[in-house]
């Protein structure tokens, strides 16, 4: 669809950028809403983050999304940040408010958690969680467990001291257990989710046994390349209920394009396969 003269703009900050698919998703919906729109790629090298994040509201942005390596400065060049942003630590999507001020949110947790709940409703957050992991994604979901009631989120990390930290910084339900005791963590779990590279298209695949799940409980791997890992084929062999992580990427697109474009975007199927047939033509 063509622009006109008065199109609202938005777009995403990395470095690099090319690999990004945020404009194909904001692209996808503005052409499906017929909205007078751009959603552009914006490569902004960390030296220049400041000065963009001035610029671009005097260019007539409406707000942008930030991705690696960009995401924990944006918290510090924003007026205003969201409890989300706060506690994750980082800013993925801001906001130009009407008096010029700029805010910042986190919609990873919410993507995590809206796509869990689209793909797998009633998972059982009653029980303890299992996070492997705790790296940027992992403090999102972390986050995202507690604010949605699991009693305990149980981190288990190579490198035991960021499960530690990450583990303090989410008070008493958050513990950290050793890598090597991962697969005893999960006993009487409702939900296991991999946040680590493992899995990933290049590199080995998790090491995870998963016979000490309980049947009920679902396995959420948030490696999107490929669609289905090797964690998410031994679950559902195991005949446990699975969810990928395009999902989540397509969810926490949308409170950004609801707030720039003014319309609540929908992920539906053909939105799901359209993405997915990019990762993996
Ligand atoms: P992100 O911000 O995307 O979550 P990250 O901070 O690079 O990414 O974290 C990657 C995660 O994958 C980390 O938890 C990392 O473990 P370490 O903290 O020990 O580095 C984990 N990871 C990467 N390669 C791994 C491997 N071969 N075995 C186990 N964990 C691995």
């Excluded at 063509?2 to 900050?13: D, E, K, P, Q």
């Excluded at 991705?67 to 706060?86: G, Q």
């Excluded at 031994?234 to 999902?247: F, H, P």
Aim: hydrophobic residues 45%; glycine residues 10%; charged residues 15%.
């Amino acid at each position: 669809m063509s622009i006109s003269g008065s199109a609202r703009l938005a777009g995403v900050m990395g470095w690099p950028i090319a690999h990004s698919r945020s404009p194909r998703i904001h692209g996808y919906w503005l052409q499906e809403y017929g909205i007078d729109g751009a959603y552009v790629p914006l490569a902004i090298q960390p030296e220049d983050l400041a000065d963009s994040f001035r610029m671009l509201p005097r260019l007539g942005f409406r707000g942008w999304n930030i991705t690696l390596p960009h995401k924990e400065a944006a918290l510090r060049l924003v007026d205003t940040a969201t409890a989300a942003a706060e506690r994750i630590g980082a800013v993925n999507t801001v906001t130009v408010q009407p008096d010029g001020g700029l805010s910042g949110d986190n919609s990873d947790a919410f993507g995590f958690t809206a796509h869990l709940n689209q793909s797998a409703p009633g998972w059982p957050s009653d029980r303890p969680a299992v996070v492997l992991g705790a790296g940027g994604a992992a403090r999102a979901i972390c986050f995202a467990l507690l604010e949605a009631g699991v009693p305990e989120v149980r981190i288990a990390n190579r490198t035991q001291a960021r499960a530690e930290s990450l583990a303090a910084a989410n008070g008493r339900q958050a513990r950290a257990v050793p890598w090597d005791a991962r697969t005893e963590a999960l006993a009487d779990a409702g939900l296991l989710v991999n946040t680590t590279s493992l899995g990933m298209r290049g590199q080995p695949p998790l090491p995870m046994e998963l016979t000490a799940l309980p049947a009920d409980a679902v396995v959420n791997d948030i490696v999107y390349v490929p669609l289905q890992t090797p964690l998410l084929a031994t679950a559902a062999a195991r005949g446990l209920r699975t969810v990928d992580g395009l999902g989540m990427l397509l969810h926490q697109a949308r409170p950004g394009f609801s707030r720039w474009f003014g319309r609540e975007p929908m992920v539906t199927e053909t939105l799901y396969s359209t993405i997915a047939k990019d990762i993996a033509p």
